[in-house]
């Protein structure tokens, strides 16, 4: 159950009853304009009391709310999109699209972990969760922006990566290693946007990037809350207070330097304005890759590396105390 | 270089020590062994040859001459997300070290194996299950850093439970760190070998265990991505024994070779000696 969903369960009443009564109101002479003012300023304040100051696990579900923007409708947003099938190997997996695109004129690889829209998409698309396959096909096409020189643009949506028993008989844990590997060292800009839910390492596969850009109640977590408070509470129930102590919010990340700018949200979500949250946030991309142009492909090499080189909260004793937290 | 005094130390607890006369079981076949009995085994069961987990001060006197200068020591963990779930993580910490005797999960440093100068990075399980938080990245990168800078070969013994949750997206980030450390040893053409260990899962797993150039796996080590339970959890049925075994991962292929404990330090010496090529290269 979506803690969201129920919360806008009455505010969707609230909607279809002040509907009602405007068309009401245009088809008979008694003037109602005075219930609808009451119930328009009920539902302004019911709408800045659920989602003015929204907590962790309200984030965490408004992250998983099934009609936010997924990636594909970034993708679809795109002047072009052509997709590229395939890992070469096994098979192409479905929880991740990805191929040539264009972004206002501009040529790039475009990359997405896609869960789907509804029961029967997600059990196709694996919940948005990638298999071994997936991986390597994000580092096939990462491999091929660098020999073509195109920047590469991500979206990351996922619980974290598959764990089931066939995905461990391929080399989950290689597949991942392996994007990694490919992100730290490709010689082209690189931008990623978590949209959905940013999941631990299957995450991360797809987030190593010069730019790193979070939608405002996106999540971005070391491990699911639930996850979470399974292994360190013992009690998968605890999943709210794990939420709230994980630091996986937007404003947390950006403050420990892990994320680099935070897209704002209309008040109830992105899914109450997709269109104009998917233009406001590719035109944060745009300006993020025109930003990176400039740089050589050795400046950029190391300043990524610089950046991910600098991230830790430790002490030492023969040196100043050094923390990433700005 | 003489062996640190607390190496030395730590090595005679277990061989002269308090423990040496008790008495121990093996997890696997429940066979009863003598403490002392089984030190002088390399901690390897003489029956099932299950083998136990190994305390990082053991295994460096095991893998290295008689040599081993630490860098890295000083980084000591923070509490950046001031954590508390059961207990607050600085408490955690604290039983931590007065447990295993270690200041974190990793131990890094220097020294020769047969000979040859190499860089050495030893994961324990002993401390927060062996965990990847911001220090185990950080003395990682320093040893793969100077590594680079030496041009020496890097030999890394994982054994990890994941990333470290206490520390959040700050210890996810270790991944990132860790493996733009790894891209530019290796890709100045210097020899990168992991040896996976019992166990190595998560975050570990799926970074810099599979990133090097031979990963070698010791005997019945479990390894894997996501846990036994997590999947036993997900598709609701018992996973075969065997599943995630050292010896499974080289039948599918996704490990170099299984070597035995006592056959390590020969094996690596081997592997070394390739390490310093013949094929004089022109420029």
Known sequence: MNVIVEREKGLLELEKRIAELRTLNANQPVDLSAEIAALQGKYAQIQREVFGAMSPWQRVNMARHPSRPVAGDYLAALDRFDELHGDRHYRDDPAVIGGFAKLDGRRIMAVGQQRGRDTKENLRRNFGMVTPEGYRKVKRLVLLAVRLGLPVVTFVDTKGADPGIGSEERAQSEAIASCLYAFCSARVPIVATIVGEGGSGGALALAIADRVIMLEHSVYSVASPEGCAAILWGDAGKAEEAASRLKLTSEDLHAFGIIDEIVPEPLGGAHRDAAGLIAATLQRVAVALDGLRALTSSRLLEERYRKYRRIGAWQGRNRETLSAVR | ?283
């Not at chain 2, 005094?5 to 093996?26: D, F, I, V, Y």
């Not at chain 2, 008689?66 to 000083?74: H, Y």
């Open chain 2, 1 to 283: 270089m003489a062996m640190p005094e607390w190496l030395r130390r730590r090595r005679s607890k277990h061989e002269n020590g308090e423990e040496a006369g008790t008495w121990t079981k093996c997890p696997k076949c429940q066979e009863v062994i003598y403490r002392k009995d089984l030190v002088e085994n390399l901690s390897v069961c003489p029956r099932c040859h299950y083998h136990f987990r190994m305390h990082a001060f053991d295994r460096i006197s095991l893998i290295v001459d008689n040599d081993f200068a630490e860098v890295g020591g000083d980084i000591l963990p923070g509490d950046p997300l001031e954590w508390i779930d059961k207990k607050s993580y600085p408490q955690k910490l604290a039983a931590d070290r007065e447990k295993s005797q270690l200041t974190e999960g990793v131990i890094c440093g220097f020294g020769t194996l047969a000979g040859f100068p190499i860089a050495l990075g030893v994961m324990d399980f002993n401390f927060r299950g062996g965990t990847m938080g911001t220090v185990v990245g950080e003395r990682i990168t320093i040893l793969l850093e100077s590594a680079r800078e030496r041009r020496l070969p890097c030999i890394i013994f994982t054994a990890s439970g994941g990333a470290r949750m206490e520390e959040g997206m700050l210890a996810l980030m270790q991944m990132a760190k860790i493996t733009s450390a790894v891209t530019r040893f290796m890709e100045d053409g210097n020899l990168f070998v992991t040896v996976l260990t019992d166990p190595t899962t998560g975050g570990v797993s799926a970074s810099f265990a599979f990133q090097s150039d031979v990963v070698v796996a010791e005997a019945k080590a479990m390894i894997g991505f996501a846990g036994r339970r997590v999947i036993e959890q997900t598709i609701r049925q018992k996973l075969p024994e065997n599943f995630q075994t050292a010896e499974f991962l080289l039948e599918k292929g996704h490990v170099d070779m299984v070597v035995e404990r006592a056959e390590m330090k020969p094996a690596l010496a081997r592997i070394l000696d390739y390490s310093l090529g013949g094929h004089e290269v022109a420029s």
